[in-house]
T-cell receptor, first 116, second 115 residues
Framework: NAGVTQTPKFQVLKTGQSMTLQCAQDMNHEYMSWYRQDPGMGLRLIHYSVGAGITDQGEVPNGYNVSRSTTEDFPLRLLSAAPSQTSVYFC???????????????FGEGSRLTVL | AQKITQTQPGMFVQEKEAVTLDCTYDTSDPSYGLFWYKQPSSGEMIFLIYQGSYDQQNATEGRYSLNFQKARKSANLVISASQLGDSAMYFCAMRDMNRDDKIIFGKGTRLHILP
């Protein structure tokens, strides 16, 4: 079972470079989201999506773009990387809550990004 | 606005003792869900337990139980008979079911189980 797949797992960028973190899920989940994890800050929501064609900003969206053209994929783009974006990034998906599902998040393994 | 607060950055507990990890939340939405996740040193996020805002009874999953006090807006995680493998970061999270469905997390509590 693949679940949620994130790539790459590690990346080093120079300030000003751009990159895309890929995220794919094979569970047909409507909800997908991106978080960043920094020491002492917990997981902070960057962007999320409740379905294909729909995205919304989370708690810390500045410097990041997302799109959701399919149910399966939810890439996160850094247009001009900054050292403040050095972090561990998690992609997560969940079913919409209902009688059969609590709506808990299923996480990818994380991507460690360093911006020099 | 939604808010999750975990006030214990770190805790040390003797093995086999019970431990309570605190979580308070704030939301104006009457329909919401509360979750706890464990993150061991290996980094993966492990779902532990869920409580819905309309659930009448506290959720339990094996050694984990959620002490849900709706009027006080608290959702504390109780781990009974702690084990060395329980040493990890623990995160409380909340999902607003009606408004925008987003899920936010607290800052976490690092739990150390002492032999």
């Amino acid at each position: 079972n693949a679940g949620v797949t994130q790539t790459p797992k590690f990346q080093v960028l120079k300030t000003g470079q751009s990159m895309t973190l890929q995220c794919a899920q094979d569970m047909n989940h409507e909800y997908m989201s991106w978080y960043r994890q920094d020491p002492g800050m917990g997981l902070r929501l960057i962007h999320y999506s409740v379905g294909a064609g729909i995205t919304d900003q989370g708690e810390v969206p500045n410097g990041y773009n997302v799109s959701r053209s399919t149910t399966e994929d939810f890439p996160l783009r850094l247009l001009s990387a900054a050292p403040s974006q050095t972090s561990v990034y998690f992609c997560a998906s969940s079913p919409i809550p209902g009688t059969q599902a609590a709506g808990e998040l299923f996480f990818g393994e994380g991507s460690r990004l360093t911006v020099l | 606005a939604q808010k999750i607060t975990q006030t214990q950055p770190g805790m040390f507990v003797q093995e086999k003792e019970a431990v309570t990890l605190d979580c308070t939340y704030d939301t104006s939405d009457p329909s919401y869900g509360l979750f706890w996740y464990k993150q061991p040193s290996s980094g993966e996020m492990i779902f532990l337990i869920y409580q819905g805002s309309y659930d009448q009874q506290n959720a339990t999953e094996g050694r984990y139980s959620l002490n849900f006090q709706k009027a006080r807006k608290s959702a504390n995680l109780v781990i009974s008979a702690s084990q060395l493998g329980d040493s990890a970061m623990y995160f409380c999270a909340m999902r607003d079911m009606n408004r925008d469905d987003k899920i936010i997390f607290g800052k976490g509590t690092r739990l150390h189980i002492l032999p």
